[in-house]
Each structure stands twice: as structure tokens, then as C-alpha cells.
């Protein structure tokens, strides 16, 4: 049996990026990983430009300008956003000009029609004289032509995807998506939404393996649900490793009289890396790889022994083989005594929030690896090396977010 720390160590060591890259366009980007930096075709804004609708003009021609003693100038041209083409400002004149409009040559400042007469005459009043260069956007100053828009292993959202389409980015290079498969073996479960026998329990494991790892932008290649049958294990297990980058499984790692998950990986030609680390829940998690580089992850039954596996060993391990460091834990503080394990490294779930500037931290009251309620209001996952005493209130804990939490 191995520690924690040194499991994280084998698997990082093992994984490598998939390869090669692929094009995709813009709209499939999203959840994707680049790579490639993706850099500005041009400057932005492309050219200076109105900010509000109003009149550009000389600012020396309306600088007097009150209420009490107008300036009055006339109305020379009247440029819309889009315009293709300006004429120069001519001198005592003014230009109607809308948001977004391109500023005539010899123009230096917009005033905004509201300190104005307003649209509606061939002469405006001017009211007042902002400062010069007021309500102007100039040429490259939010972006210059060649600056670094995205870099190389950021996960695309839709403010990348915005930022790449506003600079005429059809398409990037991208990480390979891993392909990954997934089982889960029990004789007792069945799917949501089938009919339930009094003894049978439904398959929280599958759903939450499926919609983790699709969250990580990886392609899930084929699902199971296994009864606890040597020959339907074999076969599903030999159909996902050839399909796939990646297997993770559920159920059937201990060593019980019909748990042959362990068996008939070895009978595959996976090479056992770790199985059993030192931990609570979880500790009979398995970890190989084939001879070709293909990487399985089998993880106990119980869906908070699973998912404390997922989160610690297969969605790190998804981020690296897509060239992305998993995310950083922190510290944070307490609220009451975590029930520290003696021989083995401790994961319960918890509820991170801000309170006088420093991160708090409430454990959830469910703590058995058979309740997955302990999911309910739990923002982040917790975790505490062997210790013989409970950590008191006040210690700080190590804490990594849920990879779905969006609020604190």
C-alpha cells in the first residue's frame, strides 16, 4: 500500500499529452484546450473612433462654449459606424458622428449631443467643451497588432471564444480530446429510470463519471454496466482498452469473491502501477497502464470512495494528457474538528466561504463513503495527512474547489 502523495507522483509521472494537435473552428472550441498561442491580426480598435454619438470637432473651436455663450458651428458631414471612407474635418465646422463611427482627419474630440443643441439642424450649439481628446477610442490602445490574445494550454470558454471571433479567429489548434471509457460492475444496479427490485440500488457512478469527464472537454468512447460476470468484465474491459486513452471503472477492485475487476486486467496486459493507497475513502484504488501508453483507473464501488478517486487521480490526469496542470488546492480554516485517521490520509467534503478576508471551511456531517448526500451545499474537498488526534478547529486544511463549484 502507498501513500497518497506518492500515488499523485506515479500518475504524473506516467501521463503523457495526447498528440498530435487538431484544427477545429471556433464554435467547437469551447471546453477545449489549445495548442498553440493564438496572437492579434490587428490592432484594437482597428482605427480611432467615435465612443458616443454626438459631433466631432476642433476642440480649440468650441473650447469658450457655456450656456451663457453657446458656440455655434455648422454641420459639414455626418459619419455612421461602418463608414468605409471619412473626408477631413473642415476648419469651423463640425462632424454629426455616431458610436463606433471612424473620427475625421483634424477632428480631436467628440462632444456628446446631449451638451448640445442636438441632431435635428444643419448648425449646433455647443453648451460645453469637455476636455480635449474626450469620447474618442484610439487606434490599438486596448490591443496592438501581435499581442498575445490566448496562450498555449488555455481551456477555451465562451470570453475566449468571443475574444478569438472579435479578432476574425475562425479556427485553432487544440489538444486531441482523450478518449476515455467507462464501467460500472454491480449486480444490485440498475440505470434511473428503470424499475427497481426491493434490493436493488440505482447507478449513481456512471452519471457522475460521464458528466465529470465530459466537463473536462475529453470524449467518452463507450459506457457499461456490468453484472459482477467474469466473461461480461473481460470483454467490456477489452473493448475499452482498445477503443481508448482512458478506462475508468467502478466496483468490483476489492477482493471479494466476485470482484474480478483486478484479475482480468492483469489477464489484459495492463501493468498494475499502484492498487491500494492509504487513504479514507477509497483505499482500494487501482491504477495501470497498458504497454501501449493506454492508462486505467479502477475505482471502489461507493460512490463517495469513487468520486474522492476521480477527483484525485482521473481528472488530473484528463488535465495533463490535454498539456493543463490540474488546479492548485489552498488552505483554509476550520470551523470545527476534522476527524483525522490514524494510518491513512483523510478526504471529506466541506463548504469554502469568505469571512473577514480569510477562507472558513465546514465540513459536511455526512462522512461514511456510502453517502453521497454529503454532496449536498459541499462547494470543495478536503483533506488531512494520518494523524493519531482530530485536527482541531482553527487548524488549517488543505482544500481543493469541486471542479463544478461556481460560488464560494
Known amino acids: 500500500m502507498i501513500t497518497v502523495e506518492e500515488a499523485r507522483q506515479i500518475i504524473a509521472a506516467t501521463v503523457t499529452p495526447c498528440a498530435p494537435a487538431v484544427a477545429a473552428p471556433l464554435r467547437q472550441l469551447r471546453g477545449r484546450v489549445l495548442a498553440e498561442e493564438v496572437r492579434a491580426g490587428f490592432a484594437m480598435p482597428r482605427f480611432t473612433n467615435a465612443a458616443m454619438d454626438g459631433f466631432?470637432?476642433?476642440?480649440?473651436e468650441i473650447?469658450?462654449?457655456?450656456?451663457?455663450?453657446?458656440?455655434?458651428?455648422?454641420?459639414?458631414?455626418?459619419?455612421a459606424a461602418g463608414a468605409l471612407s471619412t473626408e477631413p474635418?473642415?476648419?469651423?465646422?463640425?462632424?454629426?458622428?455616431?458610436?463606433?463611427?471612424?473620427?475625421?482627419?483634424?477632428?480631436?474630440?467628440?462632444?456628446?449631443?446631449?451638451?448640445?443643441?442636438?441632431?435635428?439642424?444643419?448648425?449646433?450649439?455647443?453648451?460645453?467643451?469637455?476636455a480635449k481628446g474626450a469620447n474618442i477610442r484610439h487606434e490599438g490602445e486596448e490591443v496592438v497588432a501581435g499581442a498575445l490574445l490566448a496562450a498555449a494550454g488555455t481551456r477555451v470558454t465562451p470570453s475566449e471564444i468571443a475574444l478569438l471571433a472579435t479578432f476574425g479567429v475562425a479556427s485553432a489548434l487544440?489538444?486531441?480530446?482523450?478518449?476515455?471509457?467507462?464501467?460500472?460492475?454491480?449486480?444490485?444496479?440498475?440505470?434511473?429510470?428503470?424499475?427497481?427490485?426491493?434490493?436493488?440500488?440505482?447507478?449513481?457512478?456512471?452519471?457522475?463519471l460521464e458528466a465529470s469527464v465530459e466537463a473536462t472537454g475529453a470524449e467518452i468512447t463507450q459506457t457499461h454496466q456490468l453484472p459482477d460476470d467474469r466473461q461480461a468484465i473481460h470483454k467490456?474491459?477489452?473493448?475499452?482498452?482498445?477503443?481508448?486513452?482512458?478506462?475508468?471503472?467502478?466496483?468490483?477492485?476489492?477482493?471479494?469473491?466476485?470482484?474480478?475487476?483486478?484479475?482480468?486486467?492483469?489477464?489484459?496486459?495492463?501493468?498494475?502501477?499502484?492498487?491500494?493507497?492509504?487513504?479514507?475513502?477509497?483505499?482500494?484504488?487501482?491504477?495501470?497502464?497498458?504497454?501501449?501508453?493506454?492508462?486505467v483507473f479502477s475505482l471502489p464501488g461507493n460512490p463517495v470512495s469513487a468520486l474522492v478517486g476521480l477527483l484525485e487521480y482521473c481528472l488530473p490526469a484528463l488535465c495533463r494528457m490535454q498539456g493543463v496542470e490540474p488546479a492548485r488546492k489552498f488552505t483554509a480554516t476550520l470551523d470545527e474538528p476534522f476527524p483525522a485517521d490514524r494510518k491513512r490520509h483523510r478526504f471529506l467534503f466541506g463548504r469554502l466561504r469568505v469571512e473577514a478576508g480569510a477562507l472558513r471551511c465546514k465540513l459536511s456531517p455526512q462522512t461514511e463513503s456510502h453517502m453521497l448526500t454529503a454532496l449536498s451545499g459541499a462547494n470543495c474537498l478536503v483533506e488531512a495527512p494520518p494523524s493519531p488526534d482530530a485536527?482541531?478547529?482553527?487548524?488549517?486544511?488543505?482544500?481543493?474547489?469541486?471542479?463544478?463549484?461556481?460560488?464560494?
Not at 466631432?56 to 480649440?60: L, S
Open 89 to 130: 474635418l473642415a476648419a469651423g465646422t463640425c462632424c454629426r458622428i455616431m458610436t463606433g463611427a471612424p473620427l475625421p482627419e483634424g477632428a480631436d474630440t467628440v462632444v456628446p449631443f446631449e451638451q448640445t443643441s442636438g441632431f435635428g439642424s444643419d448648425a449646433v450649439e455647443f453648451y460645453k467643451a469637455p
Open 174 to 208: 487544440v489538444r486531441t480530446q482523450p478518449r476515455v471509457a467507462l464501467v460500472t460492475v454491480g449486480d444490485e444496479l440498475r440505470l434511473p429510470g428503470q424499475e427497481i427490485e426491493p434490493l436493488a440500488i440505482y447507478n449513481s457512478n456512471l452519471p457522475l
Open 391 to 408: 485536527l482541531p478547529a482553527g487548524s488549517l486544511v488543505t482544500c481543493a474547489l469541486l471542479p463544478w463549484t461556481n460560488d464560494l
Open 236 to 295: 467490456a474491459l477489452a473493448s475499452a482498452i482498445a477503443e481508448s486513452d482512458m478506462v475508468i471503472t467502478a466496483g468490483g477492485i476489492s477482493t471479494g469473491e466476485f470482484d474480478f475487476m483486478h484479475e482480468e486486467l492483469q489477464v489484459l496486459g495492463v501493468e498494475q502501477r499502484f492498487w491500494k493507497v492509504a487513504q479514507k475513502p477509497g483505499k482500494p484504488v487501482y491504477f495501470g497502464a497498458t504497454a501501449a501508453g493506454k492508462l
Open 63 to 79: 473650447a469658450g462654449a457655456s450656456d451663457a455663450a453657446p458656440v455655434t458651428l455648422p454641420v459639414s458631414q455626418e459619419l
Open 56 to 60: 466631432a470637432v476642433r476642440h480649440n
